[in-house]
């Protein structure tokens, strides 16, 4: 069974659909620690709840993103995580993780990549005035949404849309799609 840490930095709706799937026993996979970069973010309470030990950060009281990501790297490897599941971790992945943990770490996007990387996807898409965005999962590289993608799906944007059906319509299909596709993507690689 794949040891998964779940890296958020907010809300965490993502990291609570995985635990759910995991508990419904749909996603076969122990997750073994949150990772959160936010020390008042919500998902921490979710870890609370559902018994997820977690290791809370300011990245402001290390020296840089080396510092911390050893840091972070010996609770993954003291919880014995194999896989990493970013699920709106607001920062780039630096070397010290890539090195360990390249091509076993995943990420969830609020549009079709590689449209609209970065910050403030949803935003950007109804600025553009396009009508089809959605979600992608894919693989962390270095650089920002940038890495092979493994699933996407669409979604519309009606006449009318604002920022938050948008947002919530897209967090929809998120909460869906991310466990499904983790779960395909154990069985099928063997990760
Ligand atoms: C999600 O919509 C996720 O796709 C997005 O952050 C949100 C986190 O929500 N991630 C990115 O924009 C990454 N570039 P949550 O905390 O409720 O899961």
């Known amino acids: 069974m794949r040891q998964i840490a779940i890296f958020a930095s907010g809300s965490g709706s993502n990291f609570q659909a995985i635990v759910d799937a995991v508990q419904a026993g749909t996603l076969k996979a122990n997750i073994g620690l949150l990772v959160c970069d ?30 911390f990501e050893r840091e972070i790297q010996r609770h993954l ?40 990387p970065g910050k403030d996807a949803v935003g950007q898409a109804l600025e553009a005035g396009v009508k089809i965005t959605g979600v992608t999962v894919h693989y962390v590289d270095a650089g920002m949404d940038t890495g092979e993608i493994i699933e996407q799906e669409i979604v519309r944007i009606s006449i009318g849309e604002t920022r938050d059906s948008l947002q919530e319509k897209i967090q929809h299909v998120e909460h869906h799609l991310y466990p499904v596709t983790l779960n395909h993507l154990f069985l099928t690689t063997g990760y």
């Not at 921490?44 to 950060?57: E, K, L, N, T």
């Not at 992945?93 to 890539?98: A, E």
Request: no cysteine; hydrophobic share 45%.
């Open 77 to 116: 490897e003291a919880a014995g995580v194999d896989f990493i599941v970013l699920a709106g971790y607001m920062r780039l992945i630096g070397p010290t993780l890539l090195e360990s943990y390249g091509g076993r770490i995943v990420n969830i996007h609020p549009s079709l990549l590689p449209a609209f």
């Open 38 to 67: 936010q020390p008042g973010a919500f998902v921490i309470h979710r870890a609370q709840s559902a018994g997820i030990p977690a290791f809370v950060f300011r990245a402001k009281d290390y020296e840089n993103k080396q510092a």
